[in-house]
């Protein structure tokens, strides 16, 4: 039973039970069309409450149902149905009302919410738009410009700004069905307000369309459902009721089998996996309620923030004191530049801050309960921390290492508890980034693992498990992503060309001005190393420009110029002539945006599938993640491994021998040429 109806004298209440979050499944949407007809032939009943068991509200569609054929009774109908029923139905919110949930509360004549709900209509961020009258009734109620915003943004709102909004009609205290069977004996006397759909459209002032339709193709960018959910809310605006349904029907079908929309399920699916990966189902992760975190500098101090937002006490431990002081400096920064954008309040920061205490004496950590290292690069330094730590820390204490490069398993030589330790690297700057790579040693036991995983559900990152290498599964494709970006630049491209055609297919931002923002300095330390192991890393031009200084933005130039005080980069005579004498010798092309991406992207999709392969990632998808989440991968592609997927891997195998054939990339690695006869990635590990 997905619908159960009790009678409270005059009141039914309609309870929703579909676990765990009350998705509107096919058998849902008929439950609800069979409540209306029943209640509406029962003459005892003055009015209905709408409420959900469980967590939550109707959170949303079903997701099981995407991408399959629909089936009736469609969402619209089942809206109408409420909407135009003898009965004054009441939704009564708790926890999300989101996507169709809050579409089915638009088709009831009143709305009521606890303080904690949320409401939304967050499709755009499935690459389609509301499809059950959300883009229609919306606007209707609290006027286009909210409306533009929620509907745009696809973000959520809370009760109480739902209620300024006129979104809901009561913000309700205490017990919700109480509540809420007061409310609806209360409006069962009233009449009630007209149905939203025979509501006009507030008028707009002129050019509101034309500056929301440029606001939003600035945020946008080249995703398309932000600008066709705002057509449809003019439309709305612009028509009757039932023309405005039908082309907003017509949109959310032709976007629904778009390729973003497809992309943006594929991450949509990816990140809910990712949280809980199958093979640490039923292991139970330890209980985290301190933390600790050694090294207070670009990264330490932003996982101390990150650790403090999640509400845990922190302990900074720096070498000593003077340095202790300017990692909580560098802590209380962060804060007040979230203070400074409005994301928190100045009360908020100076309790997080309260939170954290800074020292330099280990014996702080004798009740921690997770100690994450994030010093210096360096394998004796780490080292010699965790001799530390294994000597003050509780036997049972979680340890960890931020490391980039190094080898978790030889930085966890030596600790007393090695099935303990595992590397958790974070992405700078830690505080914001959402990817978490969580890198087990062979040592690390499976509940210390899934202590890895709960924990960023904790922090609100999404977490990817990668294998032991250099570079593990991001930093490893990103080495191939800049020798491929000098590749193109010593055969005809310009760092401007190349940064260009970057942008175009989606990136924030091209792979020569990324260098100059995070300086060339760490990579030329990295592939130092990989000289002295004898590998033979491609950077003729970097190491060039390292060779003279030319750090990035830091040292004022880099792979551009930059003026004093100026981000913006210049193109830079010293790096062309550079760039000119490596190029001696070197096939020249001539290259076109599209010839760029290419060149660029699906060597990083070989090597990904080398990292497949070797099993340093487990699924093609978590991949993906790692580039969305961590170096700013277009969610709306999908990520590299879908990208590749969707445009052919027979295609991509046949670009990357061209490649090769020219001396441009490696030839395709063999277990590409696998996944490409079977068109798909996920054949490997069959
Ligand atoms: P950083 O130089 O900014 O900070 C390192 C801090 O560690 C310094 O404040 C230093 O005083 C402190 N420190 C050094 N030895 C110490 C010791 N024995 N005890 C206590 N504190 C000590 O470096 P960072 O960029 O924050 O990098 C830290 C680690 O994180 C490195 O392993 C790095 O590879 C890794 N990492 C860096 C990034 C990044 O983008 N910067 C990203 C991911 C991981």
């Known amino acids: 039973m997905t619908v159960t109806i009790v009678r409270e004298d005059a009141i039914a209440v309609v309870t929703v039970e579909n676990p765990p979050v009350n998705a509107l499944s096919q058998a849902l949407r008929q439950a609800l069309v069979d409540a209306v007809a029943e209640l509406d032939a029962d003459a005892a009943v003055k009015a209905v409450v709408l409420i959900c068991a469980g967590r939550t509200f109707i959170a949303g569609a079903d997701v099981s149902e995407f991408g399959k054929p629909p089936q009736p009774p469609h969402l619209p109908d089942v809206v109408a149905s409420i909407e135009s029923a003898k009965k004054p139905w009441v939704a009564a919110i708790h926890g999300s009302a989101l996507g169709g949930g809050l579409e089915v509360a638009l088709g009831c ?38 409306a533009v915003d929620l509907v745009t943004s696809g973000s959520p709102l809370g009760a109480k700004k739902a209620r300024e909004l006129g979104l809901v009609d009561a913000v309700l205290e205490g017990d919700l069905r109480t509540g809420a069977i007061a409310f609806a004996t209360e409006v069962a006397e009233k009449s009630s307000p007209p149905p939203i759909s025979d509501r006009v459209v507030p008028a707009v002032g002129a050019g509101f369309w034309e500056n929301a339709e440029k606001a939003v193709a600035a945020k946008a960018k080249r995703e398309v459902a932000p600008l066709r959910a705002l057509a449809a809310l003019r439309k709305a605006s612009e028509t009757d009721f039932a023309s405005a349904m039908e082309f907003e029907r017509e949109t959310f079908l032709e976007l629904r089998g778009s390729a973003q929309a497809a992309a943006l399920r594929h991450v949509f699916f990816a990140e809910r996996a990712a949280l809980r990966p199958p093979e640490l189902a039923g292991i139970t992760p330890r209980d985290i309620r301190s933390a600790a975190v050694i090294g207070g500098g670009t990264m330490g101090a932003g996982i101390a923030a990150a650790l403090r937002d999640a509400g845990l006490p922190v302990v900074l431990i720096e070498r000593d004191k003077v340095v202790v002081e300017r990692g909580l400096a560098n802590v209380r920064a962060i804060y007040q530049g979230s203070v400074k954008r409005g994301r928190i309040t100045q009360s908020v920061a100076d309790e997080r801050m309260a939170g954290i205490i800074g020292g330099d004496d280990y014996g702080l950590l004798g009740d921690t309960d997770l100690v994450i290292e994030a010093v210096f690069e360096d394998l004796a330094v780490k080292r010699a921390v965790f001799e530390k730590l294994s000597s003050v820390c509780r036997p049972d204490a979680v340890l960890a290492t931020n490391t980039s490069y190094l080898d978790p398993g030889a930085i966890s030589e030596g600790v007393s508890h090695p099935e303990l330790f595992l590397g958790l690297h974070f992405f700078s700057p830690a505080q914001f980034m959402k990817l978490l790579e969580i890198v087990p040693t062979k040592r690390t036991a499976p509940e210390v693992l899934a202590t890895g995983f709960a924990l960023a559900r904790l922090l609100g990152k999404v977490p990817v498990r990668a294998g032991i290498c250099d570079g593990f599964i991001g930093n490893r494709i990103l080495k191939v992503t800049r020798a491929q970006a000098e590749r193109v630049l010593l055969s005809g491209a310009t760092p401007s060309t190349v940064d260009a055609a970057m942008r175009a297919f989606g990136l924030p931002m091209g792979p020569f001005e990324a260098q100059d923002l995070g300086g060339l300095d760490i990579a030329a330390f990295q592939r130092k190393a990989a000289r002295e192991r004898c590998e033979a890393p491609f950077a003729p031009v970097a190491d060039r420009l390292c060779a003279i200084e030319r750090f990035g933005q830091k040292t004022g130039g880099g792979w551009y110029d930059y003026q004093p005080g100026d981000r913006a980069p210049k193109p830079s005579e010293t790096v062309a002539k550079i760039i000119a004498e490596e190029a001696v010798g070197r096939p020249q092309r001539v290259w076109d945006d599209a010839a760029i991406a290419d060149a660029i992207l699906l060597p990083m999709v070989n090597e990904a599938t080398c990292i497949l392969e070797e099993r340093v990632a487990l699924r093609a998808a978590d991949i993906d993640l790692v580039k969305i989440h961590g170096y700013g ?25 061209g490649l090769a054939a020219d001396g441009l990339a490696e030839p395709p690695c063999e277990a590409l040429r696998r996944a490409a006869q079977a068109g798909r990635f996920s054949a490997l590990a069959e």
Do not use: D, N
């Open 633 to 657: 991968f277009p969610r709306w592609r999908g990520g590299p491994m879908h990208y590749a997927e969707a445009r052919g891997l027979t295609e991509v195998v046949a670009v990357l021998e």
């Open 109 to 146: 004549a009143w709305r009521v919410a606890v303080p904690s709900a949320s409401l939304g209509l967050p499709e755009v961020k499935l690459g389609i738009i509301p499809g059950a009258g959300g883009t229609v009734r919306l606007p209707r109620l609290i006027g286009p410009a909210a």
